[in-house]
């Protein structure tokens, strides 16, 4: 039997911002994947920014890191963590990318001698990137995310590119709405003029969509539903409710019960005849929602007020968390308002402290001093990036007797820079996509904690950072009892360091939130949230 043409599916938002288009996408995806299908997600971006890599972090929250080295939308982690496959540098695409590309063909003079313009050379160009993944034929469904919202004027050129794919692409494409339905107290009404409202702009750019998903804070009831349909040219049981939740994991479930998945397939032409299979993701929501016990840790950053900017991280403590039986709450501090004097006390009742990246020299002293607190107190560590670079750094200063110590980084007169550029790093003078990124090879020391955590001697791990440890350092580190347990052999790049006298305290250079999914748990972060529960006792 031939395989069915691949599916398009695009998800678009009204009304607001912030509605979470990220986890509707990510949610139909693994009820798709539930039934046996091949689901990819890609976010498009309507920024001019080429990627999120040079953007801060309050800007646009976590910059999240593909096995490949793209540098992506923070959705993409949500697409990877409910789907539990690997995204690409295909799965994101940015207004600064699209037209970089299509200058780029201008220049070479591929258009010959036409006016370039928005329709159809962007449009045409936006259209070939969104069926780079279903052209690889591995896929069922490609599911588009389409940022911003309808309306916005940035969003227009992919808004009229989908439009032409819809008829392009016939039987095999549909469109999902997300909108808001907001509750009025003073009224004490739901309001689904913004949702018609909405449709309407949808509609004006010549886009009809298949089915609503609406956002809402009280159950909107069958009424409100056939309003909805009969203002919007929906069929009633596409108009899909979407109540909020206490975690985002309910939402599968929350989609399946209003039958998300089954209006899409009808609407598809697709037969609905696939037993569903949740069971893992069922087990993974019953231990998430009845934990046998509960901790506290600390989460030491400098974006703590924006916890976007995290979002990996604290995602991979619940599941951590989950797999320890074990409810973790996170007690987040910021960087800047740690010192000698009130450490102690910030660190009261807390069972482990997690030491988040960044860049930059703002909060490290605060962090620093952290370090050395749990180092000396025995209390459970787990440094992620710069968060193992200070942890060097902190060992070399108060154990070493080096009070210079620092990072080329944040003091290039150091005398003893215990973190330095990296060789590569040395003659590059763009910002944008050229740090270490995506994955490398590690290998690990056997009886190490990250050794007992992994369970295995070789591993692959995600990057983003041009600072490296300084192996004219090592021994030295060594022999006062800082050990690296972990070594990419192909470049000799220290990747983990650890003191085997501590309970737990691990360092690593690469980012481990990145590969956390609810299917499979990061094994360092299981390994962590374990010790702090062994420290709570």
């Not at 309050?58 to 409910?82: K, M």
């Not at 069958?222 to 049981?237: G, H, P, W």
């Not at 400098?302 to 968390?321: M, R």
């Not at 800082?482 to 085997?500: F, K, R, S």
């Amino acid at each position: 039997m031939s395989k069915s043409p691949v599916k398009y599916i695009f998800v678009t938002g009204g009304v607001t911002s912030s509605l979470g288009k990220g986890i509707i996408s990510a949610s139909l995806g693994k009820l798709l994947t539930a039934r046996g299908y091949s689901v990819t997600i890609q976010k498009l971006d309507p920024y001019i920014n080429v990627d999120p890599g040079t953007m801060n972090p309050y800007e646009h929250g976590e910059c999240y890191v593909t096995d490949d080295g793209a540098e992506t939308d923070l959705d993409l982690g949500h697409y990877e963590r409910f789907l539990n496959h690997s995204t690409s540098q295909a799965n994101n695409v940015t207004t600064g990318r699209i037209y970089q590309t299509v200058i780029q063909k201008e220049r070479k003079g591929d258009y010959l001698g036409k006016t370039v313009q928005i329709i159809p050379h962007i449009t045409d160009e936006i259209k070939r990137r969104i069926q780079l993944l279903g052209n690889t034929g591995k896929y069922d469904f490609v599911i588009t995310e389409i940022g911003g919202t309808v309306g916005d004027i940035e969003a227009l050129p992919y808004i009229e590119a989908v439009r032409q794919l819809k008829w392009e692409q016939e039987d095999t494409t549909l469109f999902i709405h997300l909108t808001l339905i907001p509750y009025l107290a003073a009224a004490g009404e739901l309001k689904t003029k913004p949702t018609q409202h909405s449709v309407k702009t949808l509609l004006e750019a010549g886009v009809q969509p298949d089915v609503l998903v609406c956002r809402t804070e009280h159950p909107i009831g069958s009424e409100i539903k056939r309003k909805i349909a009969r203002f919007c040219n929906v069929e009633l049981d596409a108009v899909i409710e979407s109540m909020d939740v206490s975690t985002i994991y309910e939402v599968p479930l929350l989609m399946q019960k209003e039958g998300l998945d089954k209006v899409v397939l009808r609407k598809l032409g697709l037969e609905d005849n696939a037993e569903v299979k949740l069971e893992q993701w069922c087990d993974f929501l019953e231990k998430l929602q009845n934990p046998e016990k509960e901790i506290t840790i600390g989460l030491v950053g400098k974006y703590v007020e924006l916890q976007d900017a995290y979002k990996s991280i604290t995602e991979s403590i619940i599941h951590a968390g989950t797999e320890n039986a074990c409810k973790v709450k996170v007690n987040w501090i910021h960087a800047e308002e740690i010192n000698s004097n009130n450490v102690s006390s910030k660190f009261a009742g807390l069972s482990g402290i997690l030491v988040a990246p960044g860049f930059g020299d703002r909060g490290i002293e605060g962090k620093i001093i952290a370090i050395q607190y749990v180092r000396a107190n025995n209390i459970p560590f787990f440094g992620i990036c710069l968060g193992m670079q200070l942890a060097v750094i902190e060992f070399a200063r108060n154990i070493l007797g080096h009070t210079d110590a620092s990072s080329t980084e944040m003091n290039e007169q150091t005398s003893t820079p215990v973190i330095n550029l990296m060789d590569k790093q040395k003659e590059v003078t763009e910002k944008g996509g050229t740090m270490r990124l995506g994955a490398y090879d590690c290998l690990l020391t056997k009886d190490s904690n990250a050794y007992n955590s992994y369970k295995n001697l070789n591993i692959q791990e995600r990057h983003r950072h041009r600072y490296e440890f300084n192996n004219n350092y090592k021994n030295e580190l060594k022999k006062a009892g800082m050990i690296a347990t972990g070594i990419n052999t192909e470049n000799n790049l220290v990747e983990i360091v650890e003191i085997p006298s501590h309970p737990w305290f691990v360092g690593v250079q690469f980012h481990p939130e990145y590969k956390s999914t609810v299917v499979n748990p990061h094994p360092l972060f299981c390994g962590f949230i374990k010790a702090c529960v062994k420290n709570k006792k």
